[in-house]
């Protein structure tokens, strides 16, 4: 069993919902990866998801593609993202960590090296924006054959066929993309979002977290009441970019305490 898995199932029997959270490794400054990394998780965080820094980030809106371009000008890597989720564990043995990224800085890797060096350091997981699951089968058997799962997105596009090959190889949860776009755009529909999650959950077992568009404690609380786990990013880089680095971890944990403690009002 995977630490999500165990995450999971443990806030299950807590009757809780996951605080998923979100930052590129590099942002604002290398030094502050790790603590921010201890941060989110002091203020509350479930599952830690560790952007890996690229440049043509598709699923981004502005503001995480502006921590990606941060990031790349300290020339971050994906070894460098992988010595951040090692440095964690020396403290953390227990908080997944989510690698998420694109497909090019795994390929230039090699995959089988990935899974290794990502294993070796402490990592959970994958979510590659632009592995399709009819091209990810492989993948993913090599993630599961050492505890880790691959993470794939669910969008309110997404067909019933595609839904259906999503559940066959994804594990630890799913991801469903509740707007239309990219990621910090627009507000969210919460009827709709629920209509959503009860047609993917037709084909879909696992736990199912939401994203995109989570932007303060109300709207986490909205989409708690109808998921299994919310998913904060853009909203956290943005209390990165507006406050000076030497209170940006103290920024981060309280702004996260608020979405803490607004999801654990919600009703199991």
Known sequence: MSRIQTTFADLQSQKKKALITFITAGDPAPELTVP???????????????????????????VIQR?????????IGMRDVLGYVREFRKDNPHTPVVLMGYANPIERMGVDSFVTEAKAAGADGAI?????????AEFAEKLKAQDMDLIFLLAP????????????????????????????AGHIDTVEVASRIAAIREHVKLPIGVGFGIRDAVTA?????????????SRIIQELENTPKDKAVAAVHDFLSGIRTAIDEVPA
Do not use: C, W
């Not at 921010?36 to 502005?62: N, R, T, W, Y």
């Not at 590659?128 to 990810?136: I, K, L, S």
């Open 157 to 184: 596009t997404s067909t019933e066929q595609r839904i259906k090959q999503v559940a066959q190889i994804s594990s630890g949860f799913s991801y469903y993309v509740s707007l239309r776009g990219v990621t910090g």
């Open 36 to 62: 921010l990394m201890h941060a989110q998780v002091k203020a509350g965080a479930d599952i830690l998801e560790l952007g890996v820094p690229f440049s043509d980030p598709m699923a981004e809106g502005p």
């Open 128 to 136: 590659v924006v632009d592995y399709p699951p009819e091209e990810a």
């Open 221 to 233: 609380k909205a989409v708690a009441s109808v998921s299994d786990a919310i998913v904060i990013g």
């Open 67 to 75: 921590a990606n371009e941060r990031a790349l000008k300290f020339n």
